[in-house]
């Protein structure tokens, strides 16, 4: 008999949950709360218990169960922890240098789950996370969505479906990334034909499959890109596409409505530019806010005002890091710097929690604080938009997951010696991160 | 923030036309930080030819009638980023709009900052829209020598006009960055001089020769017999600008041992430097501050890769507690931000140990003395230039506006940025 891995898994889960079940409730009390679901409630309460929102609402309110293990923590903001849509954290890679299309290179297969930029994000208050594959070619792997837990192994951070299949995208890029030298396309033209070509195999071998109606005999060998690409044509798979200039954002919307996938508009720097075809189209953003137009000519256009535009014109609107780009510790700053532009405070909060779960698909478990959903927050020390504020605590189903009071966690939030470091080398001869950085603060050079 | 008050403001900028010359400005603001005493409540700022002629509380400075009249919730100086590549390291990241890095050799002292500065880059406009009124720009800190500095005012008319210093510092890089490759240009690979360090030792041997090559130099130009004085050497001149400390080396270094290595090389040599970046700052804090030299700090957001890889958001507060003098700096970027915004670095400075006024400081009044241009701008103090941001509430925090930048009197209304 092989080896069934899953097994094992499901026997650890159901023991996991046997314990969940018995842990106490918690309750965050005093804070300042923006559930995101509703209106902010300035001295609120939020009970979790077994990774879940058991209670939320205004001090007095709210009855907690008997044993309720209580934390104040008053003159603290609570809301629910930062989704972040796009990012490589984690070291992840997709596809490789051999063809532009490669749905079936998986970012499963490549996360280091040590690396220090997971805890870091975790430091920027990010509970939920698309990690992706590059955009230099036109489909460079499977995306995977991830909560932050505190983790091993990959399995640790995974976010299992209801079919027991691993929560995640598919990306795509258009525009100047993904042309190159062949066997890569030199043009937009061809870009879009290539991908075309391959969406038109993906739907005959979805038909072939269909005509073989359960029959081995009839069924087309099996083909791994394809089959991802089945996935995205039954819309269990959402298209994560990165794409910067106008035109190019329209080819997307294009090759969208002709095979009618799902997708998600990635950076969108000249999302400004057709506001109103992307409302249209009823197709989400995802924006990245970075300091300065350029650095590429796809992006002379970028604009700060583009989050405010889409939102005006009734475009599902969230936000991204695109870490390293930019740094998951200051992913606040994305919201702010919206606010500044002049998107609304609401719009810009929902653009880093329930529109991020929904262009991810996760709404029902995860963005906003809501009894039944995950109990993923944090707790911030002021205002959600103020450069003054730091982000103390950030919990994941109930476990916390960083804490700043911790000096370890703070090195990772603040920066330091050590803080780059993916693993902490201890066994052998490597004085430990922690150490160093504490004999630079304390020791001989004060 | 009260919008009523940053209408006002925009009225204001609006009733009058984009002045392409200096205006007889009075600037009132709900608090003025000076940066030459407390900070004032009702605050006037008065400009007359360019220059500021009083500074105030409201009921002490009187606004002549024909006067053009700002007002803003919160004035400052005009900031300083006091090490930037803007001008040359342009928007669009083309090759046509990239004049930062000179790639054919590793020492190249004599390239100077003025002769590649884009006045009319959209990234000056960019920064001067936040308030940065002044940007010490230049070669980056990519080959060991990358070349010159200038210190410019962001007016966005032509180098010669805007300059302020043309030639203030030479880059001088040691660490991963210092270590050029030399791309693809003819020549390349010929005389072993222009080959590039490939080990920091090897960097820091071929510095110490250009050095005693210049001081050999200088002597030589001093002997008494004219015929046998070697003729002019531009790249040893400016070595030797760097000896005289009349230009001198800014170096980039991160790594603490290439700290140390650039305090050594100072000591040989007994060059006044300015360092740069130092990630590694608080390993050798004691060094640094026994050294007497000042730091520009590397961007608090700076990706933490590489040499930088220990940065810190706090190293410019640890800095600036231990006595060293300290500017913030938007450094040089290859990527995306093509330009990091000073006053954004200072902002997370501010709220990570270094405090408001020491970081509003650290791109103002102390950038202005680092720079040596603290006669002209830096503080709102009578004679300085009249070089003025605006903002509609706390210039560091992220949902606040600059809204208006003076320059030399001049006014800029960019809109709230």
Same mark, same amino acid.
């Given at each position: 008999?092989?080896?069934?891995?899953?097994?094992?898994?499901?026997?650890?889960?159901?023991?996991?949950?046997?314990?969940?079940?018995?842990?106490?409730?918690?309750?965050?009390?005093?804070?300042?709360?923006?559930?995101?679901?509703?209106?902010?409630?300035?001295?609120?309460?939020?009970?979790?218990?077994?990774?879940?929102?058991?209670?939320?609402?205004?001090?007095?309110?709210?009855?907690?169960?008997?044993?309720?293990?209580?934390?104040?923590?008053?003159?603290?903001?609570?809301?629910?922890?930062?989704?972040?849509?796009?990012?490589?954290?984690?070291?992840?890679?997709?596809?490789d240098g051999s063809a532009p299309i490669q749905p079936d290179a998986r970012v499963l297969d490549s996360l280091d789950v040590r690396d220090a930029s997971i805890q870091k994000a975790r430091a920027g208050g990010i509970t939920a996370v698309n990690v992706m594959p590059?955009?230099?070619?036109?489909?460079?792997?499977?995306?995977?969505?991830?909560?932050?837990?505190?983790?091993?192994?990959?399995?640790?951070?995974?976010?299992?479906?209801?079919?027991?299949?691993?929560?995640?995208?598919?990306?795509?890029?258009?525009?100047?990334?993904?042309?190159?030298?062949a066997p890569f396309p030199g043009t937009r033209a061809k870009s879009a034909a290539l991908v075309r070509e391959q969406y038109i195999k993906a739907q005959e071998y979805r038909d072939k499959i269909k005509r073989a109606n359960?029959?081995?005999?009839?069924?087309?060998?099996?083909?791994?890109?394809?089959?991802?690409?089945?996935?995205?044509?039954?819309?269990?798979?959402?298209?994560?596409?990165?794409?910067?200039?106008?035109?190019?954002?329209?080819?997307?919307?294009?090759l969208s409505k002709e095979f009618g996938f799902k997708v998600v508009l990635h950076h969108v720097s000249e999302g400004? %530019?057709? /506001? +109103?075809? #992307?409302?249209?189209?009823?197709? =989400?953003? &995802? $924006?990245?806010?970075?300091?300065?137009?350029?650095?590429?000519?796809?992006?002379?256009?970028?604009?700060?005002?583009?989050?405010?535009?889409?939102?005006?014109?009734?475009?599902?609107?969230?936000?991204?890091?695109?870490?390293?780009?930019?740094?998951?510790?200051?992913?606040?700053?994305?919201?702010?710097?919206?606010?500044?532009?002049?998107?609304?405070?609401?719009?810009?909060?929902?653009?880093?929690?329930?529109?991020?779960?929904?262009?991810?698909?996760?709404?029902?478990?995860?963005?906003?604080?809501?009894?039944? %959903?995950? /109990? +993923?927050? #944090?707790?911030?020390?002021?205002? =959600?938009? &103020? $450069?003054?504020?730091?982000?103390?605590?950030t919990w994941v189903e109930g476990k916390k997951v960083f804490d700043l009071s911790n000096p370890e966690d703070h090195l990772y939030a603040v920066g330091g010696v050590g803080a780059g470091d993916s693993r902490r080398a201890q066994l052998c001869c490597f004085t430990s991160a922690w150490d160093l950085i504490m004999a630079a603060n304390e020791g001989g050079n004060q | 923030m009260k919008t009523s008050l940053r209408l006002l403001v925009l009225a204001a900028f609006a009733a009058a036309p984009l002045s392409l010359r200096a205006e007889n400005v009075a600037i009132t603001g709900d608090t003025v930080y000076t940066m030459a005493g407390a900070p004032l409540k009702n605050g006037v700022v008065l400009i007359r030819d360019g220059k500021i002629?009083?500074?105030?509380?409201?009921?002490?400075?009187?606004?002549?009638?024909?006067?053009?009249?700002?007002?803003?919730?919160?004035v400052t100086p005009g900031l300083i980023d006091a090490h930037a590549t803007v001008g040359l390291s342009g928007l669009l990241n083309q090759p046509q709009d990239q004049d930062m890095w000179e790639r054919s050799a590793p020492m190249q002292p004599e390239l100077r900052a003025i002769d590649a500065y884009n006045a009319k880059d959209p990234l000056v406009a960019w920064v001067r829209s936040y308030g940065v009124t002044t940007v010490n720009t230049g070669h980056a800190p990519t080959a060991l020598i990358s070349g010159q500095t200038m210190i410019v005012k962001t007016l966005g008319r032509e180098a010669d006009e805007d300059v302020i210093n043309p030639a203030a510092m030479t880059s001088v890089t040691l660490g991963r960055n210092g270590l050029t490759v030399v791309e693809g240009v003819p020549g390349a690979g010929g005389p072993s001089a222009a080959k590039p360090p490939g080990t920091r030792a090897k960097a820091v041997a071929m510095l110490r020769d250009e050095l005693i090559k210049a001081q050999e130099y200088a002597?030589?130009?001093?002997?008494?017999?004219?015929?046998?004085?070697?003729?002019?050497?531009?790249?040893?001149?400016?070595?030797?600008?760097?000896?005289?400390?009349?230009?001198p080396f800014l170096v980039t270094v991160n790594r603490q041992q290439d700290i140390i290595s650039a305090l050594r090389l100072a000591r040989e040599f007994k060059l006044k430097i300015i360092l740069d970046g130092c990630a590694d700052a608080p390993l050798v804090i004691n060094e640094i501050k026994a050294s007497g030299f000042p730091v520009i700090v590397h961007p608090t957001?700076?990706?933490?890769?590489?040499?930088?890889?220990?940065?810190?958001?706090?190293?410019?507060?640890?800095?600036?507690?231990?006595?060293?003098?300290?500017?913030?700096?938007?450094?040089?970027?290859?990527?995306?931000?093509?330009?990091?915004?000073?006053?954004?670095?200072?902002?997370?400075?501010?709220?990570?140990?270094?405090?408001?006024?020491?970081?509003?400081?650290?791109?103002?009044?102390?950038?202005?003395?680092?720079?040596?241009?603290?006669?002209?701008?830096?503080?709102?103090?009578?004679?300085?230039?009249?070089?003025?941001?605006?903002?509609?509430?706390?210039?560091f925090e992220y949902t606040s506006h600059c809204v208006g930048t003076v320059i030399n009197g001049q006014v800029f209304a960019d809109g709230p940025h």
């Open positions: 008999m092989p080896y069934r891995p899953l097994s094992g898994m499901a026997l650890l889960c159901a023991l996991a949950v046997g314990l969940c079940a018995q842990e106490k409730p918690q309750a965050f009390t005093n804070a300042q709360i923006i559930p995101i679901a509703g209106e902010p409630i300035a001295h609120g309460v939020l009970v979790v218990q077994g990774g879940k929102i058991l209670a939320v609402g205004a001090v007095g309110q709210v009855k907690l169960p008997a044993g309720t293990q209580v934390h104040d923590v008053t003159g603290q903001v609570l809301m629910p922890g930062l989704i972040d849509s796009h990012s490589h954290i984690g070291a992840g890679t997709g596809g590059g955009s230099g070619h036109l489909i460079s792997g499977q995306t995977l969505y991830l909560k932050l837990r505190t983790a091993r192994t990959i399995d640790d951070l995974l976010i299992k479906l209801p079919d027991g299949s691993n929560a995640g995208g598919l990306k795509m890029a258009n525009g100047t990334n993904s042309i190159k030298a359960g029959d081995p005999d009839k069924m087309p060998p099996r083909d791994l890109a394809l089959e991802e690409l089945v996935e995205v044509l039954d819309g269990k798979r959402i298209v994560q596409n990165h794409t910067h200039r106008h035109d190019d954002i329209l080819t997307v919307l294009r400004w %530019k057709v /506001a +109103d075809e #992307i409302a249209a189209a009823h197709v =989400p953003c &995802s $924006v990245i806010m970075i300091d300065s137009p350029g650095g590429k000519l796809e992006t002379r256009d970028a604009d700060w005002r583009t989050p405010a535009i889409l939102e005006k014109a009734g475009v599902l609107v969230g936000f991204h890091t695109d870490d390293p780009i930019c740094d998951s510790r200051r992913f606040l700053r994305s919201a702010a710097y919206a606010v500044r532009a002049g998107m609304t405070r609401k719009g810009a909060l929902e653009g880093m929690t329930i529109a991020n779960a929904k262009i991810l698909g996760l709404e029902a478990r995860t963005g906003s604080l809501e009894v039944g %959903k995950d /109990a +993923d927050f #944090i707790l911030l020390s002021g205002d =959600p938009l &103020s $450069v003054y504020t730091h982000v103390e605590q | 002629e009083a500074v105030g509380p409201a009921d002490s400075v009187k606004i002549p009638a024909d006067f053009r009249v700002l007002k803003a919730a919160v002597h030589k130009r001093e002997a008494k017999d004219e015929a046998k004085r070697p003729g002019r050497d531009l790249r040893l001149e400016a070595v030797l600008r760097a000896l005289d400390g009349s230009q957001m700076q990706r933490s890769y590489e040499d930088m890889e220990n940065l810190s958001v706090e190293t410019a507060g640890r800095l600036h507690a231990a006595g060293i003098p300290i500017a913030l700096q938007s450094s040089y970027e290859a990527y995306v931000p093509k330009t990091r915004v000073v006053l954004f670095e200072a902002a997370v400075a501010a709220a990570n140990g270094l405090g408001f006024e020491p970081a509003l400081a650290s791109i103002t009044i102390d950038a202005a003395k680092l720079l040596n241009i603290a006669d002209r701008t830096g503080s709102l103090e009578k004679g300085k230039d009249g070089d003025v941001a605006l903002y509609d509430g706390d210039p």
